[in-house]
């Protein structure tokens, strides 16, 4: 597609629930970022994938969070056993490459709301 | 390391009024540059980058960014406000070699009064 889509586009999950969402890239990238938004400001970088590898993992959180670029499948995010600081809005980014110089499309986010 | 800071987090203009505002980065290799919009319940659309070559930027909308390397400082600025302007306003800096991981400012919501 010609934009990056993001499902779904609000997630309310109870605490200790799981919640996965989902990014399908514009057709053609080979790169996807994963970044979180808190309080409608601090954006954090949490993971990058070049095609289906891990590209750079160092804003992961090391427990709960795990993310996956499978062939012919949109993007994931998922978060196990979620807590009330996980509220946030989650963005994805695709770019064709890796160049520093070079664009990163965004999509609209999810916003994940954990009560 | 790389950091980026914002310089106000709120900004209010009259429409028609000159906007200004600030970006500062360090950065320990040359940076490349954005300035990002954020419009309510969307993502972040590019305004414009500054990667090599001329310092003066221009982007969508009337926007435009000056690079100066000597004040670390990449501060967008457009002539005449409008009222379509109101969002929320990112600066964001990445590395040649760090792919296009970006490290954003805590961003600047820019409000145009009428």
């Known amino acids: 597609g010609e934009e990056v889509a993001q499902t779904p586009k609000h997630l309310v999950r109870g605490e200790g629930q799981k919640a996965k969402l989902y990014c399908a890239p514009i057709k053609g990238h080979s790169y996807v970022f994963w970044y979180q938004q808190v309080l409608k400001n601090e954006f954090k970088f949490l993971i990058s994938f070049q095609n289906e590898n891990v590209f750079d993992e160092t804003g992961m959180p090391k427990e709960r969070f795990s993310a996956k670029c499978l062939p012919n499948s949109p993007c994931s995010l998922e978060i196990q056993a979620t807590k009330l600081e996980d509220s946030a809005v989650y963005f994805c980014?695709?770019?064709?490459?890796?160049?520093?110089?070079?664009?990163?499309?965004f999509g609209q986010g999810t916003r994940l709301t954990v009560v | 390391a790389q950091s980026v800071t914002q310089l106000g987090s709120h900004v209010s203009v009259s429409e028609g009024a000159l906007v200004l505002l600030r970006c500062n980065y360090s950065?320990?290799?040359?940076?490349?540059l954005f300035w990002y919009v954020q419009y309510p319940n969307q993502g972040l659309q590019l305004l414009l980058k500054y990667t090599t070559g001329a310092t003066l930027v221009k982007g969508i909308n009337g926007f435009e960014a000056e690079f100066k390397k000597s004040e670390t400082s990449f501060h967008l600025t457009k002539p005449s406000a409008h009222m379509s302007d109101a969002a929320e306003y990112f600066c964001?800096?990445?590395?040649?070699?760090?792919?296009?991981?970006?490290?954003f400012g805590g961003g600047t919501r820019l409000m145009v009064k009428p």
């Open positions: 980014a695709s770019s064709p490459n890796q160049g520093g110089s070079t664009e990163a499309f």
């Open positions: 950065s320990s290799v040359p940076p490349y």
């Open positions: 964001a800096v990445s590395r040649y070699n760090a792919g296009n991981m970006l490290t």
